[in-house]
């Protein structure tokens, strides 16, 4: 198995990384990917191919397929199994969390239909992302690491403020979110 592919465990995964992406010769986060399912030294993999619209360069990104595919859940967002996710580390995942939970109102009244399934989609990816960081604590360890972010951005939100990436905040966290999503 290539070890430099890493493992992309949903296709919303994949996609939110590429999103996350800015172009490495302008900067751009704005890419259209397309993707093809491929086989990469033997293993299968996904290739997301899109061209830069600021500069033209062609980006290309390729990702282990998982051995058991999970389909897109109806109603809500998932973006991998119960392993950690190899494209993202935990502080990532707590700041889009942050994104995401910060684009619902207080107060759903106000919102027409459209808005609403919106706000409920931008509270279930929340609740989603903030799983995905629970998901790097093993059994039995309270508290992440700050090697555990292995990114400028992930440690940028665990030296901010550490204690969010406890298992007690986490999980009230997680937990909030979940009532808001059943009041919606």
């Known amino acids: ?6 493992l992309a465990r949903t296709n919303a995964e994949a996609r ?18 397309r993707s093809t ?26 990702f282990r397929v998982p051995d058991e595919v999970l389909p897109p859940p109806a109603g809500t967002v998932r973006f991998g199994a119960d392993i950690p996710s190899e494209l993202m ?3 990532v995942w707590l700041w889009y969390s942050d994104i995401c ?20 989609h931008a509270l279930a990816t929340a609740l989603a992302a903030v799983e995905e960081v629970l998901k ?11 090697s555990a972010c292995t990114t400028e951005r ?3 939100i665990y030296d901010r403020e550490p204690a969010r990436l ?11 979110y979940a009532q808001r999503l059943e009041a919606w």
């Open 1 to 6: 198995m290539p070890e430099a592919l890493p």
């Open 16 to 33: 939110l990384f590429l999103q996350l992406q800015p172009c490495p010769r302008c900067g751009s986060a704005d890419c259209v990917f």
């Open 37 to 62: 399912v491929v086989t990469v030294d033997g293993v299968l993999a996904g290739r997301y191919r899109g061209d830069c619209p600021g500069c033209g360069t062609v980006r290309t990104y390729e």
């Open 89 to 91: 580390d935990p502080g």
């Open 101 to 120: 939970g910060s684009r619902v109102p207080a107060d759903a009244d106000t919102l027409d239909e459209q808005g609403r399934r919106a706000a409920r």
């Open 136 to 146: 790097f604590l093993p059994s039995g360890v309270e508290r992440l690491t700050r």
């Open 154 to 156: 992930g440690r940028a």
């Open 166 to 176: 406890t298992r007690t905040r986490l999980e009230a966290v997680r937990d909030a």
